[in-house]
């Protein structure tokens, strides 16, 4: 290929396109082969009506089909359709007067298909070549003037105008060279004797003959035709047929016999002998066909492919034993068999896809190829049933992907699609792909706990930064959408924010205390923590946290009666009668805590006479342990010790006055009723009030008397004995738990005492116990007769809690069980 570069510049200048756009959306561009790469050919923009960015938006770029390759591509800045490799028309076409390359113009969102088709013109890039570079003649001298040897045409790969149009023989005597055209179209050449030979005058010559083409610039091709003077052989070999036909399967195995040529020469001896042997043929059919000299016979020596090639012509020249000859063409149609498996290739690809996607969204583009023909490259493309994909066919042999369903990310966050393709040949032939799918999150999951409430026990008085419990809540979403992040919900107990008793860890769920407890505050609270993800906008929800405080024994015993040191002391009146185990007194003591650390027990520690009074160690009661006699003192103290069950158990005492006596002449012994260890300074004060106490009472009987006779009522009888208990009230916060409180027995006491402090020197008491002391011993004024005159006087004794005249308490019935 001479003046090559001469050509190339040349072809800048005669290069031209034509487009034409079809109805059904096809391009079609004429272009000059071995044009530079990077040369346009065409604005597909332009042509197709498309803003030149939308190129690129939509991915426009030209597909092939298989291992075919690419020799021209799009420019998505300029929409130029420009060529991407060297094209060679010969390589692609050969000796066919239209060469056309057709590839498919693809665009996406939405998918759209053109075919585009490249008609390739031809230049003259090639120079016409002999079969031989040295054509051999022998003729005999006595060849007569005007006989024809034929000489095989050059071939010049290039068509058209570009092809050889002329012969020019070197000068001489003898011969010149004629063209001439067969029946089925093909040209070869004769050599002419225009002048007898002379063998013994010029035993042989070597002409040169030049082939040369009718392109610009023109290119030449030369032979040398070695003329060999003979005797005559008049007679040139004659095929039976001026074109064979055969029909090769693809594939067929070496030494395959093809087709077997016969020609006759009416010649004798070495005049008819005839040799067989090509006389035109292309590279690639050299390479799978060979030809026996003798025999004729073409058998297959390389890889018949169909796909690379359907069909074969090859010219066969026939040549007796003196160089007359003669030529046929033999053509050698390929038939398909179905050995190409369909190939499938991802043309496009969304991966990840949003997992709020509709069912109907279009994720994926698939091209299915099959190099057969026909039925072979007929092709059906299918996936699994359980993925919630399916394959819609579209344009040609595409295919898109589209979803059937809702995805969840949280059940499958991976699919595997296997994509099988299945052509319709004879035993069909298939192939799969597996295409992985990754789906991504969205925000769609709350944070669920993993319990429905959560319930702890803190025992009071824990420190402050404690550890109670811990949350937990799992959110099924991924990376931040995931991420739980723990927080209490604003809200009061007992009238403080929710944030000062407790307080949790964002990130760990841990709850802890921010303060110490008191059980004798409160026993429990709730409480309300949100778990909220990360996500946006984030999702949340929320649990009920029950938190529930233990006691421990950390109160004393509260001894309510008798009234402890520094208050106003009261002195018990034991009747000199009492027999053993009569009541006396009861100590009445509560606890603030609950369940066995309220359980009480009382204990005497400490008695002015052991053997006589004994107290109950539950309820508290002091009874007699015997008869009361003249020899016990009458002043008795008693130190009573009220325990808690609780451990280690705490405690606290009393102290217990008694005076033994009937009536009130015995008052004045009194005097040293108080503690031998403390003297009161206000003994005088309290000396002034008894005495003003005793009027106030001694007036108060009589009227209550003459109140009695006047409404002629029974007298009612006044008890000793009983025990006076003044109305306490148990201290704040104080409530019975679990009915093991200390209160439980119903005791009804009328308690009459004076408004002195503990050194008062007077105190009187009646009970209702008609079974304590007779009636003789009792004092000479009606305690009924006073209570009915109160009762005209005051209203109802049950109602009046205020003192009365004369220092006396009337006292109503009191339930001692809370």
Known sequence: MTHRGCFVQISIFVFSFVMVLHGHGDLSYTVHEEMKQGSIIGNVAKDLGLEQERLSARKARVDT??????????????????????????????????????????????????????QVLDVNDNAPIFPKDLIK??????????????????????????????????????????????????KYGELVLEKELDREEQQEMKLLLTAVDGGSPQRTGTAVIHVIVLDANDNAPVFSEAVYKASLPENSPL???????????????????????????????????????????????????????????????????????????????????????????????????????????E???????????????????????????KLVPSIKNYYSLVTTGHLDRELVSDYNITITATDEGSPPLSSSKTVQLSVADINDNPPVFLEQSYSTYVTENNKPGSTLCSVSARDPDWRQNGTVIYSLLSGEVNGAPVSS???????????????????????????????????????SSNVTISVFITDVNDNSPQILYPAPEGNSFMTELVPKAAQGGSLVSKVIAVDA?????????????????????????????????????ESDSMKQNLIVAVKDNGQPSLSATCSMYLLISDNLSEIPEMKDVSYDEKNSKLTSYLIIALVSVSTFFLTFIIVAVGVKFCHGRKPRMLYDGAVAIPSGYPPPHYADVDGTGTLCSTYNYDTYLTTGSRTSDFKFVG???DNTLPA???????????????????????????????????????????
Not at 509 to 529: M, N, P, T
Not at 597 to 617: C, E, M, Q, R
């Open 776 to 818: 003789d011993q009792t004092l000479e004024k009606s305690p009924s007769g006073f209570a009915e005159a109160f009762v005209e006087s005051h209203g109802s004794p049950e109602h009046y809690i205020g003192p009365v005249p004369g220092g006396f308490w009337p006292s109503p019935c009191h339930q001692c069980c809370l």
């Open 137 to 186: 003649l022998e003729i005999g001298e006595s060849a007569d003037k005007g006989a024809r040897y034929r000489i095989n045409a050059a071939h010049d790969a290039d068509i058209g105008q570009n092809t050889v149009k002329s012969y020019i023989l070197q000068q001489n005597a003898h011969f010149v060279f004629s063209i001439q055209t067969t029946s089925v179209g093909s």
């Open 593 to 629: 805590d609950s369940g066995q650390n309220a359980w009480l027990s009382y204990h005497i520690v400490k008695s002015t006479d052991p053997g006589l009074f004994t107290i109950d160690v539950h309820s508290g009661e002091i009874r007699t342990q015997r008869d009361i006699s």
């Open 767 to 769: 009970s209702y116990n």
């Open 363 to 389: 994720v994926g583009i698939i091209n299915v190829q099959d190099r057969d023909s026909e039925n072979n490259r007929q092709v059906r493309c299918s996936i699994q049933h359980n993925v919630p994909f």
């Open 501 to 539: 008793y407790l307080s949790v860890n964002g990130d760990t769920g841990v709850i802890h205390a921010v303060r110490s407890f008191d059980y004798e505050q409160f026993r429990s609270l709730k409480v309300h923590v949100m778990a909220r993800d990360n996500g946006s906008p984030p999702l």
């Open 65 to 118: 089909e298989g291992n075919d390759r690419r020799y021209c591509g799009i420019n998505l800045q300029s929409g130029d359709l420009i060529v991407a490799k060297r094209i060679d028309r010969e390589e692609h076409c050969g000796d066919k007067p239209s060469c056309v390359l057709k590839f498919d113009l693809l665009l996406e969102n939405p998918l759209e298909l053109h075919r585009l088709s490249l």
């Open 255 to 361: 030494k395959t016999p093809v087709i077997t040529l016969r020609a006759a020469d009416a010649d004798e001896g070495v005049n008819g002998e005839v040799t067989y042997e090509f006389s035109r043929l292309s590279d690639k059919s050299r390479k799978l066909f060979s030809l026996d000299p003798k025999t004729g016979e073409m058998i297959v020596t390389g890889d018949i492919d169909f796909e690379d090639g359907s069909t074969y012509e090859v010219f066969v020249e026939a040549k007796d034993g003196y160089g007359l000859s003669s030529e046929t063409k033999v053509i050698i149609d390929v038939t398909d068999v179905n050995d190409n498996a369909p190939v499938i290739y991802v043309k496009s690809m969304n991966n990840p896809i949003l997992e709020s996607v509709s069912p109907g969204t």
